[in-house]
């Protein structure tokens, strides 16, 4: 008796597992896979595990192919530009020009504007809302507070695109609390592009050969 | 029937069965020719080698006689003896001969050389037998030529070296010939005093400049042709028998070789589209995979948002 109520239990429990799984998916699948995949290739891009990015990078691309609705493969080209800016890689986000004219998306718009430099006060809001205090003060040329504001963003790849932008005017212990932050979430690729910044930066020699020397340990294979 | 009846019919039987075999076989045999009278002749040769009991000599290719008998002498030579039946007896006269061919592919055979006008040969008597050896008789044939060759390079290497001797008696002469044209042409005016026209000793000039070039030519020719004629003698008259086996040898090791690269090439040509192929299927296999990767991904996930939220 004590046995069959076990086993009864145990498909019961099988059962109700069962429902959570979806077991068919939906018409916009595609959509999901891209957006899974960047997710991904974001990820180990900050990583520093190149391959895998670029494999994920490539699918998240191929399924925002596979509709003729533009504005997902926009995004993908647009988020993709501003990883690249996270990391202190300077790109003119051309992948994303060339759709913008087939895409209406004022939100990618004013993203775009973000990324380059050339927001207007209008198109703050239209910004992501991690970024509407940051946006607000660099749209209106103070620099007090910046260095809390950037800090106070989340999550951190937001606080490193934003970091980037007002890069020059951040402080030393701005850049190197970024730098703690990424080595904590093993970004690796991000910690090595701004320790190599900061080397740049920091007037302290020793403080740069230590950054210097860390960086090469970083790169080494073995 | 009666008991002797049965006797004389299987009697008589058995008689017809007899003489009918015997007639048959005897037909046969006659037909054969084997009650034909036979002539034997004989010949002597040094060896044996190259001769068989039962061996045939042909006349125009017909088979006309055979060999029944071979033994040796008390001297050592081998004696031989063939036959001939009686229709075959009218080719072996007097002044026939006997020739051993040994052909340079094929096997040896006898043959007989006829001449009908003579009376007939004996019969016992000997024969006489030429051994003709293919390779002999060519190298025969070609020696004396080859002899005369050998003879005529000499020749012509001892005159060229003597015509291009800058102390033989031509180049002496041509040298004479020289110191007599450049006077020549140094006193124009003793030709034309001789000959009474002023124009004659600038042609005479003329003329003699060309033919000293055509000297200095001529001398340049004829070094240049005894030298090539001692290349000639050394390299062309006398050739290096190992050389060319060499370069034989080499050439059909390359054949063999060429012809092993031929069938790799031609088979590795022939996997090319199983190469493809395997390819094409081994890609399919991957995406199979891949989409099953997806699915299996799409399921696991908690939620699965369609929307792409920017960093």
């Given at each position: 008796?004590?046995?069959?109520?076990l086993?009864?239990?145990?498909?019961?429990?099988?059962f109700?597992?069962?429902?959570?799984?979806?077991?068919?998916?939906?018409?916009n699948?595609?959509?999901?896979k891209?957006?899974?995949?960047?997710?991904n290739?974001?990820?180990?891009?900050l990583?520093?595990r190149?391959?895998?990015?670029?494999?994920?990078?490539?699918?998240?691309?191929?399924?925002?192919?596979q509709s003729?609705k533009?504005?997902?493969?926009?995004?993908?080209?647009?988020a993709?530009?501003?990883?690249?800016?996270?990391?202190?890689?300077?790109?003119?986000?051309?992948?994303y020009?060339?759709?913008?004219?087939?895409?209406?998306?004022?939100?990618?718009?004013?993203?775009?504007?973000f990324?380059?430099?050339?927001?207007?006060?209008?198109?703050?809001?239209?910004?992501?809302s991690?970024?509407?205090?940051?946006?607000?003060?660099?749209?209106?040329?103070?620099?007090?507070?910046?260095?809390?504001?950037?800090?106070?963003?989340s999550?951190?790849?937001?606080?490193l695109?934003?970091?980037?932008i007002?890069?020059?005017?951040?402080?030393?212990?701005?850049?190197?609390?970024?730098?703690?932050?990424?080595?904590?979430?093993?970004?690796?690729?991000?910690?090595?592009r701004?320790?190599?910044?900061?080397?740049?930066r920091?007037?302290d020699?020793?403080?740069?050969?230590?950054?210097?020397?860390?960086i090469?340990?970083l790169?080494?294979d073995? | 029937?009666?008991y002797?009846?049965?006797?004389?019919a299987?009697?008589f039987?058995?008689?017809?069965?007899?003489?009918v075999?015997?007639?048959?076989?005897g037909?046969?045999?006659?037909?054969?020719?084997?009650?034909?009278?036979?002539?034997?002749?004989?010949?002597?040769?040094?060896?044996a080698?190259?001769?068989?009991?039962?061996?045939?000599l042909l006349?125009?290719?017909f088979?006309?006689?055979?060999?029944?008998?071979?033994h040796?002498?008390?001297?050592?030579?081998?004696?031989?003896?063939?036959?001939?039946?009686?229709?075959?007896?009218k080719?072996?006269?007097?002044?026939?001969?006997?020739?051993?061919?040994?052909?340079?592919?094929?096997s040896?055979?006898?043959?007989?050389?006829?001449?009908?006008?003579?009376?007939?040969?004996?019969?016992?008597?000997?024969?006489?037998m030429?051994?003709?050896?293919?390779?002999?008789?060519?190298?025969?044939k070609?020696?004396p030529?080859v002899?005369?060759?050998?003879?005529?390079v000499?020749?012509f290497?001892?005159?060229?070296?003597?015509?291009?001797?800058?102390?033989g008696?031509?180049?002496?002469?041509?040298?004479h010939?020289?110191v007599?044209?450049?006077?020549l042409?140094?006193?124009?005016?003793?030709v034309?005093?001789?000959?009474?026209?002023p124009e004659?000793?600038?042609?005479?000039?003329?003329t003699l400049?060309t033919t000293?070039?055509?000297?200095?030519?001529?001398?340049?020719?004829?070094?240049?042709?005894?030298?090539?004629?001692?290349?000639?003698?050394?390299?062309?008259v006398v050739?290096?028998?190992?050389?060319?086996?060499?370069?034989?040898?080499?050439?059909?090791?390359?054949?063999?070789?060429?012809?092993?690269l031929?069938?790799?090439?031609?088979?590795?040509?022939?996997?090319?589209?199983?190469i493809?192929?395997?390819?094409?299927?081994?890609l399919?296999?991957?995406?199979?995979t891949?989409q099953?990767?997806?699915k299996?991904?799409?399921?696991?996930?908690?939620?699965?948002?369609?929307?792409?939220?920017?960093?």
């Amino acid at each position: 008796m004590k046995r069959r109520v076990l086993i009864a239990f145990g498909v019961f429990v099988l059962f109700i597992s069962g429902c959570s799984i979806q077991f068919s998916q939906p018409q916009n699948a595609w959509q999901v896979k891209a957006v899974s995949a960047f997710q991904n290739y974001q990820k180990y891009y900050l990583e520093g595990r190149v391959i895998l990015a670029e494999s994920e990078r490539r699918k998240a691309i191929s399924q925002a192919k596979q509709s003729a609705k533009l504005e997902t493969l926009a995004r993908v080209y647009i988020a993709d530009c501003a990883i690249q800016a996270a990391v202190l890689n300077a790109s003119d986000c051309a992948l994303y020009l060339q759709v913008k004219p087939l895409v209406n998306a004022p939100e990618l718009e004013a993203y775009y504007h973000f990324l380059s430099g050339s927001l207007s006060a209008s198109e703050v809001d239209k910004l992501p809302s991690q970024y509407h205090g940051f946006a607000k003060k660099w749209q209106s040329g103070k620099t007090t507070k910046l260095d809390e504001l950037v800090l106070a963003i989340s999550p951190l790849e937001s606080q490193l695109v934003s970091a980037s932008i007002a890069k020059e005017m951040l402080t030393l212990k701005t850049l190197r609390a970024i730098i703690q932050t990424t080595a904590d979430y093993g970004y690796k690729l991000a910690s090595i592009r701004w320790m190599t910044y900061l080397s740049d930066r920091t007037p302290d020699a020793d403080e740069s050969a230590q950054l210097l020397k860390k960086i090469e340990i970083l790169t080494k294979d073995s | 029937m009666s008991y002797f009846r049965l006797k004389l019919a299987v009697g008589f039987f058995m008689l017809t069965l007899g003489l009918v075999t015997l007639g048959l076989t005897g037909y046969l045999l006659y037909q054969k020719g084997v009650f034909d009278q036979k002539y034997h002749f004989q010949f002597t040769t040094p060896s044996a080698q190259s001769f068989k009991v039962g061996m045939p000599l042909l006349l125009s290719g017909f088979e006309v006689g055979y060999i029944d008998d071979i033994h040796l002498t008390e001297t050592g030579l081998v004696n031989l003896r063939f036959y001939v039946n009686e229709t075959n007896r009218k080719w072996i006269t007097e002044n026939s001969r006997l020739i051993l061919k040994k052909p340079l592919i094929g096997s040896p055979y006898i043959e007989i050389l006829s001449d009908r006008s003579s009376p007939l040969l004996a019969d016992g008597s000997d024969v006489e037998m030429t051994v003709s050896d293919d390779i002999n008789d060519i190298i025969i044939k070609l020696e004396p030529t080859v002899n005369q060759l050998i003879a005529i390079v000499e020749d012509f290497s001892l005159i060229t070296e003597q015509v291009s001797n800058p102390e033989g008696a031509l180049f002496q002469t041509l040298g004479h010939l020289e110191v007599i044209i450049r006077d020549l042409k140094e006193s124009p005016s003793f030709v034309s005093s001789l000959t009474g026209n002023p124009e004659d000793g600038q042609t005479l000039s003329d003329t003699l400049n060309t033919t000293q070039a055509s000297i200095k030519e001529l001398q340049k020719t004829i070094l240049g042709v005894s030298g090539l004629v001692e290349n000639l003698n050394a390299a062309i008259v006398v050739p290096s028998k190992d050389i060319m086996t060499q370069v034989s040898t080499i050439l059909t090791d390359v054949t063999l070789k060429l012809n092993t690269l031929e069938s790799t090439v031609q088979a590795l040509g022939g996997t090319d589209q199983d190469i493809l192929i395997l390819k094409q299927q081994l890609l399919k296999s991957v995406e199979k995979t891949n989409q099953l990767i997806d699915k299996i991904d799409y399921m696991m996930q908690d939620e699965n948002s369609n929307r792409l939220e920017l960093p």
